[in-house]
């Protein structure tokens, strides 16, 4: 890891790392870990807000959500893409951008113990509840635009419904090194746009496009499938995960409530991009 301040390398003392509680460089720049276990290396002028990133709220409605399993088959098809990412004998270095409350991250280190996992987010609030998912993944709450990590030292990077940065993200990737990419097709929950919006805009969002000068296409793979909503319950954790929540009021949330069980459209791209 990198001084979030001045670039330098980090080093602990003593070099046990069962032991170790704090970081330095030699700009004697010093950041201790938190008792949940995380490193809090965001720099207090790279914040743009008091509390940057996914609030409290946010944070459990989506780690309650994806708790009871409904989002399970991408957390599968993510960690077999990541099987077939990594080099035979190789130790790879894999780090979740934009991890937010660890449910891919942990599930993916689960199918790759051999392989060192960091799992990124500048929520405070995301990444004290990735904690509690498992200790064996390196934590980090820090900024994806400068990220606190050694510049070409990352195999792989999994992006999971996080924005593009492609010249941060390229920094840290080795050569010939692979970036993973989940985002949404224009179906994923189609039925609840319905019900929010009067007219749904196509997105025009191009992930091929935006990383073209920096990153090659090298497969991109659908992830589709149908999962339903049972209970009110499930259905406001749901909501509130999701950005069309805020869009929700009372007279639309009643009414998706009153077609439960509600059958949901799952739909997004996994796409492996390479360091050109």
């Not at 009110?232 to 009372?250: E, F, I, R, Y």
Request: glycine share 4%; hydrophobic share 40%.
């Amino acid at each position: 890891m990198s001084c979030p301040i001045c670039s330098a390398a980090l080093f602990a003392k003593p070099e046990s790392a069962a032991s170790v509680k704090t970081l330095s460089c030699d700009a004697n720049h010093c950041f201790d870990r938190a008792k949940q276990g995380y490193w809090n290396l965001l720099a207090v002028q790279q914040k743009k807000s008091k509390d940057p990133g996914d609030n409290a709220q946010m944070v459990s409605a989506r780690r309650e959500f994806l708790n009871l399993g409904y989002y399970q088959p991408l957390a599968q098809a993510l960690s077999l893409q990541l099987q077939k990412t990594v080099q035979p004998d190789q130790s790879a270095n894999i780090l979740d951008m934009g991890c937010g409350e660890g449910y891919y991250t942990a599930h993916c280190q689960q199918q790759l113990e051999n392989h060192q996992f960091f799992g990124l987010d500048i929520s405070k609030h995301a990444v004290k509840a990735a904690t509690q998912r498992t200790k064996a993944i390196t934590w980090l709450v820090a900024s994806g635009a400068n990220m606190p990590l050694k510049d070409s030292s990352i195999d792989i990077m999994t992006v999971v419904f996080s924005r593009l940065m492609p010249q941060a993200f390229a920094d840290k990737l080795k050569t010939d090194a692979t970036l993973v990419l989940v985002w949404p097709t224009d179906q994923h929950l189609i039925e609840l746009k319905q019900a929010i919006y009067d007219d749904i805009k196509r997105s025009k969002y191009d992930p091929a496009a935006e990383l073209d000068a920096l990153f090659s296409v090298d497969s991109v793979t659908p992830c589709t499938f149908d999962f339903t909503i049972e209970t009110a319950h499930d259905l406001t954790a749901l909501l509130l995960m999701t950005p069309h929540g805020q869009k929700v009021n009372s007279q639309v949330r009643e009414s998706l409530t009153n077609q439960l069980p509600l059958s949901l459209s799952f739909s997004v791209n996994i796409g492996c991009f390479k360091k050109r």
